[in-house]
T-cell receptor, first 113, second 114 residues
Framework: EAQVTQNPRYLITVTGKKLTVTCSQN?????MSWYRQDPGLGLRQIYY???????DKGDVPEGYKVSRKEKRNFPLILESPSPNQTSLYFC????????????FGDGTRLSIL | DAKTTQPNSMESNEEEPVHLPCNHS???????IHWYRQLPSQGPEYVIH???SNVNNRMASLAIAEDRKSSTLILHRATLRDAAVYYC???????????????FGKGTLLTVNP
C-alpha cells in the first residue's frame, strides 16, 4: 500500500531535549516536505526536499533541521525544542511535475513542556 | 502564490449532493486547482485536481469555470464520513514546478447531518 509513515505519532518531551521525527515514503517520490499545523494558522511548510541531498527552507524553518540521505526518508530534527514548537506535524511526499498530488502522513503531535 | 477564497462552513444532509465553491480570480495559466480534505485527527487527503477541464474520480467531481476564476467540488452523495475541512489550493504547474509546496488556507468545514 502506498503510504507516508511518520513516527512517533505522539510525543511529550521537555524543553531542550533533542528529538527526531521520522518520515518514510514507499512511492519513490522525489519531493518531500514537512508542515506544521496550528489552530488559526493552518498548515505551514517548514522544510522541503526536491531530491536526495537537496533541501531548502519553507515558510517557518527556525528551530528545525532536516536531512535527505536516502530518497525514501526525510527526518525532522529539533535540536533544542521549545514550547512554541508544540504543534501537529505532517510529512508529505509527491512526484515531481506539475499538478502532482501530495500524499500526507497521519501526523505527529508534539508537546514541548 | 495565487489566493483562493472559500466559505468558512457549509452544511449538508446525508445522501444529498454537496457543491463546495472556491474562487481563485488571480489564477495563472499554469496553475492547477487541487482539492484536499482533512478529516478530524488525520492528515490532509488528496481529493481531486484539474487544470482546465472538468474532472471526475471515485471520490468527487471538479467543475472548473470557463475563465478558471472559480471551481466547484461536487460530492455526489454526501455521507457522514465526508464531514471534514475541504481545502481548495492552487499549485504552480510550470516545468520543474512548485508542487512540493501547498499553501493551505482555512478551508470549508463541511458538516453532514444524518
Amino acid at each position: 500500500e502506498a503510504q507516508v509513515t511518520q513516527n512517533p505519532r505522539y510525543l511529550i518531551t521537555v524543553t531542550g531535549k533533542k528529538l527526531t521525527v521520522t518520515c518514510s515514503q514507499n512511492m519513490n517520490h522525489e519531493y518531500m516536505s514537512w508542515y506544521r499545523q496550528d489552530p488559526g494558522l493552518g498548515l505551514r511548510q517548514i522544510y522541503y526536499s526536491m531530491n536526495v541531498e537537496v533541501t531548502d527552507k519553507g515558510d517557518v524553518p527556525e528551530g528545525y533541521k532536516v536531512s535527505r540521505k536516502e530518497k525514501r526518508n526525510f527526518p525532522l530534527i529539533l535540536e533544542s525544542p521549545s514550547p512554541n514548537q508544540t504543534s501537529l506535524y505532517f510529512c508529505a511526499s509527491t512526484r515531481a511535475g506539475g499538478g502532482q498530488p501530495q500524499h500526507f502522513g497521519d501526523g505527529t503531535r508534539l508537546s514541548i513542556l | 502564490d495565487a489566493k483562493t477564497t472559500q466559505p468558512n462552513s457549509m452544511e449538508s444532509n446525508e445522501e444529498e449532493p454537496v457543491h463546495l465553491p472556491c474562487n481563485h480570480s488571480t489564477i495563472s495559466g499554469t496553475d492547477y486547482i487541487h482539492w484536499y480534505r482533512q478529516l478530524p485527527s488525520q492528515g490532509p487527503e488528496y481529493v481531486i485536481h484539474g487544470l482546465t477541464s472538468n474532472v471526475n474520480n471515485r471520490m468527487a467531481s471538479l467543475a472548473i469555470a470557463e475563465d478558471r476564476k472559480s471551481s466547484t467540488l461536487i460530492l455526489h452523495r454526501a455521507t457522514l464520513r465526508d464531514a471534514a475541512v475541504y481545502y481548495c489550493i492552487l499549485s504552480r504547474g510550470t516545468s520543474g514546478g512548485s508542487n512540493y509546496k501547498l499553501t493551505f488556507g482555512k478551508g470549508t468545514l463541511l458538516t453532514v447531518n444524518p
